[in-house]
């Protein structure tokens, strides 16, 4: 069983490139998620979409953009990546009886 | 404003206890959960408390209060491969998790 797979593990790219991390599932969870994690911070959330066809806005939305067009797939696109966006991002899905989320493990991303 | 507060690092001894506290203010409060999160890796759960009172899973306890905003993770019979991140996370009104900043726990021989 895979769970959620995230791609790529790690990036390094030149500030105002475009990029899109990948996240896919096979748990068939409604609701997923974006985070970002910086260290001594929190969680934070990006975006989030509780069911395919719909998105929502977390915490910190600006400069990222997702898409849900299926149930398994919920990409994250940076429109033009900034410095302050290197960060290690999660992508998570939850279950829906016991609100448990799933983690992938994660996209390293350095923007330079 | 919402918040969670968590000791940002901790340090035991293997076979020891330890607690990790977790206080929090939520606009609202609909479960709390512990996640453990080791260095490079993707955080995994732990535990999920919605009443007040203990639950516990083998070695790790959690307890909740919700009168007080508080909980707390209680590691025992401490191995070195507790040492790890441990991460408080509050469900609100809209069904949203606030997290906290994480205490990382460091275990010695």
């Known amino acids: 069983i895979a769970g959620i797979t995230q791609a790529p593990t790690s990036q390094i790219l030149a500030a105002g490139r475009r990029m899109t991390l990948r996240c896919t599932q096979d748990?068939?969870?409604?609701?997923m998620y974006w985070y970002r994690q910086d260290l001594g911070l929190g969680l934070r959330l990006i975006h989030y979409?509780?069911?395919?066809?719909?998105?929502g806005k977390g915490e910190v939305p600006d400069g990222y953009s997702v898409s849900r067009a299926n149930t398994d797939d919920f990409p994250l696109t940076l429109a033009s990546a900034v410095p302050s966006q290197t960060s290690v991002y999660f992508c998570?899905?939850?279950?829906?009886?016991?609100?448990?989320?799933?983690f992938g493990e994660g996209s390293r991303l350095t923007v330079l | 404003g919402q918040n969670i507060d968590q000791p940002t690092e901790m340090t035991a001894t293997e076979g020891a206890i330890v607690q990790i506290n977790c206080t929090y203010q939520?606009?609202?409060?609909?479960?709390l959960f512990w996640y453990q999160q080791h260095a490079g890796e993707a955080p995994t759960f732990l535990s999920y408390?919605?009443l007040d009172g203990l639950e516990e899973k083998g070695r790790f306890s959690s307890f909740l209060s919700r009168s007080k905003g508080y909980s707390y993770l209680l590691l025992k019979e401490l191995q070195m491969k507790d040492s790890a991140s441990y991460l408080c996370?509050?469900?609100?009104?809209?069904?949203?998790?606030?997290w906290g900043a994480g205490t990382k726990l460091i275990i010695k021989p």
């Open positions: 939520t606009s609202g409060f609909n479960g």
């Open positions: 748990m068939r969870h409604n609701a």
């Open positions: 996370a509050v469900r609100d009104s809209n069904y949203q998790l606030i």
């Open positions: 998570a899905s939850s279950d829906k009886t016991t609100g448990e989320l799933f």
């Open positions: 979409s509780n069911t395919a066809g719909t998105t």
């Open positions: 408390n919605v």
